[in-house]
């Protein structure tokens, strides 16, 4: 799933990352924000909780 439409960063891309480096060199590295800035919540989600993607998407009934 992409993160920042403006970059091409995907959410593979920053918990990739995340092993590497703190979140602060993610923003500066990948300059995340740096165009719209839409991405900066989307980003700080992903890497402050990696198990997004197990949310189940189906609505409640
Ligand atoms: S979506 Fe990341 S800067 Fe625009």
Known sequence: MY???C???TDKD????KKKMSKK??????ELGSSCG???????NILENPTH?????SPKS
């Open 3 to 5: 993160i920042c439409l």
């Open 7 to 9: 970059r091409g960063i």
């Open 14 to 17: 920053l918990l990739e990352l």
């Open 25 to 30: 060199q993610i923003y500066k590295n990948l």
């Open 38 to 44: 839409s991405c900066i919540g989307k980003a700080l």
């Open 53 to 57: 993607q197990k949310k189940d998407p």
